[in-house]
């Protein structure tokens, strides 16, 4: 296989490692091009292109994540990573561990971890790197990457969230969801709500929001029943989608612009988190982005001529 070749089909891996370490679609896109821009320089021809790829990706990574720490630093309201709807490597064999590190809940776990405890986490929890291969990434001795894996570990474990196991069941609680959603329904949305549900959105400052967080059932619920009607009369339209591996929705205008993404936490048998982006700067590799103002704007003036 040429270099060409040999990158294009560990593509895939080297998106999905820098995905988890920087939880941006356009910074995982760039250190992987950054990735074969130093693979295409490089004058000897690496022993293995998935090691020297997967340790290249890497330490670009960590470098645009420490970067990344002090601007998210001064990031206005929630932050949340870019929303992902396919992650385009599977592996089989480590399936669960890529389904459930690629979640909201588990990229907002690793943001805890400093750029290192994170790469070694996310090599060999996620993708089964062995300890050699990772201390070659990171540039730290086996024993020191042992250190760190321990820690990351111990972090991620003190606050990691449990997820109903049968997706089937997930799937239908969902679907439930947004049937009631689309229809304004407070009382099917509140009986498949938590008590102590969670609604988030990450905003940036560069869009119309709620509260930074909307807590509670009875709340939440007549905050999204009031919500689908009226844009749905503007020719908005919710398209439930797997958004970071969970069940969730894009939400669009009537010309079909992506307006935001909305990402379920689903937990025996309830949403116990409910968390949207609309920060635009986080949406454009969904495709054109509306102007969420001017939607909010026609929403209301929609709502208002039907009360």
């Known amino acids: 296989m040429t270099r060409a070749e040999n990158f294009e089909e560990l593509r895939p891996l080297l998106f999905s490692i820098a995905y988890r370490l920087l939880g941006s679609v356009s910074e995982a896109e760039d250190a992987v091009q950054e990735t074969w821009l130093r693979y295409a320089a490089c004058p000897a021809e690496p022993r293995s292109a998935k090691a020297f790829l997967s340790a290249v990706v890497t330490r670009i990574s960590i470098d645009v994540l ?28 480590r399936s669960a561990e890529l389904a459930d590190s690629v979640s909201m809940a588990a990229l907002l776990l690793l943001e805890r971890l400093s750029p290192l405890e994170r790469a070694v986490f996310v090599l060999r929890e996620v993708f089964g790197f062995a300890f050699r291969e990772i201390a ?27 997820f109903d196991a049968d997706r089937g069941e997930r799937d239908e609680l969902a679907r439930r969801f947004f049937d009631a959603f689309r229809e304004g329904d407070v009382d099917g949305l509140r009986e498949l ?45 919710v398209v439930p989608h797997e958004v970071n591996g969970q069940p969730g929705a894009i939400f669009r205008d009537r010309d079909g612009r992506v307006i935001s993404t909305l990402a379920l936490d689903i937990l025996d048998g309830q949403v116990q988190t409910i968390r949207t982006v609309i920060n635009p700067d986080k949406l454009g590799h969904l495709g054109p982005v509306a ?5 909010l704007r026609q929403a209301t003036r929609a709502r208002r001529s039907a009360g």
């Not at 420490?66 to 064999?93: C, I, N």
């Not at 909307?214 to 009226?230: D, K, M, Q, Y």
């Not at 102007?291 to 939607?295: S, T």
């Open 136 to 162: 070659s990434a990171v540039e730290r001795s086996e024993a020191a990457c042992r250190q760190l894996a321990m820690q990351a570990r111990r972090h991620m474990n003190e606050g990691r969230p449990r």
């Open 66 to 93: 420490r970067s990344a720490r002090v601007r998210r630093e001064e990031y206005v309201g929630p932050w949340f990573p870019e929303p992902l709807l396919t992650d385009p490597y599977q592996d089989p064999e």
């Open 291 to 295: 102007d969420a103002w001017a939607v």
């Open 193 to 237: 709500l938590a008590a102590d549900v969670h609604l988030i959105g990450d905003g940036g400052g560069k869009a119309p929001q709620w509260k930074p967080v909307i807590f509670g059932a009875e709340t939440v619920s007549r905050v999204l029943a009031a919500l689908c009607p009226p844009f749905a009369r503007i020719g908005g339209v």
